[in-house]
């Protein structure tokens, strides 16, 4: 059986730029796509903390360690400056790859810099 995982997100990192006319993708800063082993040319998952908007589109690269959190195209309309976001990526994996499995989160400041990095999210309380 093959099972399709979350391999990695950027936790509620902030949008820096929405751009139209922009080649329709997101671009992200370079750093934190090798944090979150996310490839330029890769199939993300975006949603918008703010408005509830939930979207897919690819992973371009934007200057190293600038924080560039840029969503473009027609994308561009679900999301605003300043909004919080997070960014998925899924791969599948047999089930003898799921025993070695732990996904890549990481979580950012306000400037969208990494401050933690974790492969488990906490058990939801009662």
């Known amino acids: 059986m093959q099972r399709t995982m979350l391999k990695s997100k950027l936790h509620r990192v902030r949008t820096t730029h929405s751009e139209l ?69 899924f791969a599948t994996y047999s089930e003898l790859e799921l025993e070695k499995f732990n996904p890549q989160l990481i979580y950012v400041d306000n400037l969208n810099r990494i401050k933690d990095q974790r492969q488990a999210i906490p058990v939801q309380a009662a």
């Open 21 to 89: 006319d922009y080649e329709g993708s997101c671009a992200i800063d370079e750093a934190l796509l090798e944090a979150a082993d996310i490839r330029e040319y890769q199939q993300i998952d975006i949603y918008n903390i703010n408005n509830g908007e939930r979207f897919t589109t690819y992973a371009i690269r934007a200057q190293r360690n600038t924080g560039i959190i840029s969503v473009n195209g027609a994308a561009a309309r679900k999301v605003s400056p300043g909004d919080l976001l997070i960014i998925a990526s």
